[in-house]
């Protein structure tokens, strides 16, 4: 599942393009976590032919959501993703959308209720062998309000509201796929707050690996968990993602952590690699 965060740069970014009187939808994950889902991915694998998402409405009025397919590539050592426009194509990814029908597309949830999405995969006889994603992303609709009409008509106005919506990746794998995942030029260095940790994710396979992290450092003997990280991706368009994550450590702690083991698990739900540790490497100061 991934969130579009709003943060001020991004917001001032959208402001500019504004004309005056007009008005913007951002599309971004609430703080208070408004609109949730009961799945964060969906795989369809082996004799799998169906599943059952659930939208969670956690407001306090009604909400209406639309269903749609987006495709999302990922790049060469980026650390975010990237949507292609209606009409732009890639040959980098085999698309998932085809073989998937989902229903309802529009639903409208009370207040603390709840809404289950059913998709059935119909896999074509001579479907090659291969991984292929498509992403599903559930919008809020949010109606537009009037302006203030006591509001000066000689002063610019501007109209910005925030529109829940999350993203998550649905798959299609076929015949016999693996993976590799090896973590490189792990490095350490020193910030206000504790440590930064960086390094290169690779994956090589025709499949894309997905797991979590932990930060592991032995202070004194005795081994830290830093922090975890979870629902780190490298798909299969992609060869590698250069990452970087920062580590708050006390005073004590940052004199006594010189290494940090970074340990990249399978996700634990992986039917495939669950729970397995994929790659692992220390990174030093």
Known sequence: MRFMKLNKKSVLGVLSALLVGGMVVVWAAHDAYALRVSLKRVTFEGSKRSEILTIINNTAEAETYRLEWLKVIMEDGSDSLTTLKDGETTDKVQWADDMIRFAPRRVT??????????????????????????????????????????AD???????????????????????????????????????????????????????????????????GGEEKIL????????????????????????????????????IYRADPDDTQYGGKVLAQATATQ
């Open 227 to 262: 922090r975890q990280l979870r629902g780190i991706a490298v798909y299969t368009e992609t060869s590698y993602r250069d990452l970087s994550f920062d580590l708050e450590l006390s005073d004590t702690t940052v004199a006594n952590c010189n290494s940090v083991e970074i």
């Open 109 to 150: 949830v009370p207040a603390g209720g709840s809404q289950q999405v059913r998709l059935l995969l119909r896999r074509p006889k001579d479907l090659q062998e291969g991984e292929y994603r498509s992403h599903m992303r559930i919008l809020t609709e949010v109606p537009p309000k009037p302006f203030d009409k006591a």
């Open 153 to 219: 008509p000689n002063t610019p106005n501007i109209q910005l509201r925030v529109q829940p919506g999350i993203s998550l990746p649905v798959f299609v794998r076929h015949g016999k796929l693996e993976a590799q995942a090896e973590i490189t030029n792990a490095k350490l260095s020193k910030i206000e707050t504790g440590l930064n940790a960086s390094f290169r994710l690779s994956r090589t396979g025709n499949r894309s690996v997905y797991g979590d992290f932990d930060f592991v450092c032995n202070d």
